[in-house]
């Protein structure tokens, strides 16, 4: 049966508070129990008090301390030590040691083998004796009193001693224990006396702020977490110092994460408050984007049904202004009835982004390396600018590769230079920035030099449909970079700076993985153009590409050693790419087998090839290739 630790922990102090040292050893001469007493009267290391101890390596180093004085054959001397203890005899000797102190030694017999011994330092007790036999004629009944009353007092004394020293030694291990599990919670863990002044740490708080330091004991409040921080988190210690327990969740203005503080009173008489603090900056991204997804879905159920009937009327004013424009209308009629029709179609793209904004989207993350994605990038954004508008852009992500929707964000900041554009009348400069925040956030800031938002456009402009371009903005460019922006997790912000305007978005910033080791991969496809393109995206990827332009070709290439993928077009002259990969798969099961195909997903070839290996559509992108081949990587 297992032993009860608290069971064990009271025995080990029950021992370790008697007066004399105690040793058990089995059948087998190993050390069964011992305490503390024990180490401390002959000296021993602590593997010689480790349970499973040998005894005779525990003589062997009281002979080499010179615990028996001198030993002619100290080889023999151990020997009959060891026979002595086999013979499992009671025994009571006592002996002076080689410091000078006498022990008695009692030793008794286990039913089941092995024997427990008892030593006793009994130095006093001999003096005593000596003294007693030698003047006990001068002695009178008051000195033998007194003498008895002191050996009391000493015994007192000596038990009140290791009583201490045991609590001292419990409370000891109990702080290490308490230390170890506070030093590996992924958390900081504080207390602050009734002055604000740190009297405790598990020295995580630069784990959690990494500009903060870790060793705060001493430090105020405010010393240790910033002034600002300290500042939204003050109402919180003040109530908590008064006996009110609150939690608090908030953005660290220095390093933008989000943190979750609980605040605990200190009951005991020296008063004060129990900090508890975790980094939430992930489950708050998570929160964010969740939220925006339902808000997605809702305003989608909303105006599905609202588009629809208001898509209707829009057929059916269409259709009446053209029956109106055949019949004979008075001079002027038809400017109206042409408005009106251009009125009607500007509704109709008015609904398609009233769709594109609440229908179904979600974001892709692919390894996207930053530098090529702002070369892209940079042309197109000049491209939409007149030539009075400059652009520059600026990378301070000192990570190669990020994990970005990289069509998505395009698009977005794409919007955001078209709009600077607009609020510059034709001259001015447009200038990006991308940079980490704390090793938590990607921030990308556009400044233009036009003449700045106003009062309403910073209180509005991320609702739906507000513009300040009149007939000519739908209001719905800024709310869908939004609507990215709080699908990622993200924030988004306006405001105005010297020089004009600035928009920021924090995006989460996730630097992409290295890379698993390149890969040899068998490309399949009868179209030189469509191969060689594919090829260059695995070799961009930094993988090792063989081309086959047949089926036939590849199924004498799939026997090639050190293969990795077969990534084959499902269209093929002659054998179709499901039913190569059939066949290579019979010759190597372990191989691993994908498709790619621009034929639709109700197809029977690629829905029987669906069912047995991953299929790509065409056009095939690096990101698609990333997480199809990384997939493999992870399983």
């Known amino acids: 049966m297992p032993r009860d630790r608290t069971t064990e922990s009271f025995t080990r102090a029950g021992l370790n508070l008697i007066q004399q040292a105690l040793s058990i050893y089995d059948a087998d001469l190993r050390l069964a129990v011992c305490n503390r007493p024990f180490q401390e009267m002959f000296g021993l290391p602590e593997r010689l008090v480790t349970p499973g101890a040998r005894f005779d390596d525990t003589i062997r180093y009281l002979v080499d301390t010179g615990e028996y004085g001198q030993v002619d054959d100290p080889k023999a001397f151990i020997a009959d030590k060891v026979d002595q203890a086999l013979a499992f005899v009671a025994h009571y000797v006592e002996r002076t040691r080689a410091n000078g102190r006498t022990i008695s030694v009692e030793g008794s017999p286990l039913p089941e083998g092995g024997w427990v011994t008892v030593y006793t330092d009994i130095t006093s007790v001999k003096r005593q004796e000596a003294l007693l036999r030698a003047r006990s004629e001068e002695l009178s ?185 055949k019949m004979p209308l ?127 456009a910073l209180a509005s402009a991320l609702d739906p449909f507000f513009t300040t371009k009149g007939d000519e903005g739908s209001g719905l460019g800024l709310t869908m970079v939004y609507d990215l922006v709080k699908l990622t997790g993200g924030t988004m912000r306006l405001s105005n700076i010297a020089s004009g305007a600035r928009v920021s978005l924090r995006l989460p910033l996730k630097p992409a993985e290295a890379e698993a080791r390149p890969r040899l991969i068998l490309l399949v496809d009868d179209m030189p153009d469509l191969r060689a393109g594919v090829r260059e995206i695995l070799t961009d990827l930094g993988h090792q590409v063989i081309e086959a332009a047949s089926a036939e070709e590849a199924e004498t290439l799939a026997d090639l050693p050190g293969l990795d993928w077969v990534l084959s077009d499902i269209k093929l002259g002659g054998m179709d790419g499901v039913a190569l990969c059939k066949s290579i798969a019979a010759r190597h099961p372990d191989l691993n087998l994908a498709l790619m195909t621009s034929l639709p997903a109700a197809d029977p070839l690629r829905t029987e090839g669906a069912a047995r290996w991953p299929v790509l559509s065409k056009p095939v992108t690096p990101g698609d290739l990333h997480r199809l081949l990384n997939a493999e990587a992870a399983a």
């Open 141 to 325: 009944d008051q000195l033998l009193t007194h003498a008895e009353e002191l050996a009391l007092t000493n015994r007192r004394l000596e038990a009140t001693i290791a009583q201490l020293q045991e609590a001292k030694a419990e409370l000891t291990e109990m702080e290490a224990r308490t230390r170890l599990v506070t030093e590996m919670t992924p958390a900081h863990i504080a207390h602050v006396d009734a002055d604000g002044v740190y009297t405790f740490t598990n020295r995580r708080l630069s784990a959690l702020l990494p500009d903060r330091h870790s060793d705060i004991v001493g430090l105020s409040f405010t010393e240790a977490l910033g002034a600002d921080t300290a500042q939204l988190l003050q109402d919180n210690l003040a109530r908590a110092a008064l006996g009110e327990a609150s939690v608090r969740e908030f953005t660290d203005p220095a390093t933008g994460r989000r943190i979750r503080s609980a605040f605990t009173p200190d009951e005991t008489a020296e008063g004060g408050v129990y900090l508890l603090s975790t980094d939430v900056t992930e489950e708050a991204q998570a929160r964010a984007a969740l939220l925006q997804t339902h808000k997605r879905e809702l305003a989608a159920q909303l105006t599905s049904g609202l588009a629809h009937d208001f898509a209707n009327l829009l057929t059916i004013i269409l259709g009446l202004q053209t029956r109106l424009e």
């Open 330 to 456: 008075p001079l002027g009629a038809h400017e109206l009835t042409s408005a009106t029709r251009m009125a009607v179609r500007r509704g109709g793209a008015l609904l398609d982004k009233i769709a594109g904004m609440t229908g179904s989207r979600t974001v892709q993350t692919a390894p996207v390396v930053v530098q090529d994605f702002l070369d892209t990038f940079t042309p197109l954004a000049r491209a939409a600018l007149p030539e009075g508008v400059t652009f520059q852009l600026t990378n301070e992500v000192p990570h190669p590769a990020l994990m970005l929707d990289a069509g998505s964000l395009s698009d977005s900041l794409l919007n955001l230079v078209l709009n600077a554009r607009d609020a510059m009348n034709g001259t001015g400069q447009i200038t990006m920035t991308l940079r980490p925040v704390k090793d938590t956030w990607l921030e990308i800031t556009a400044d233009d030099t036009g003449a700045g938002f106003s009062d309403d």
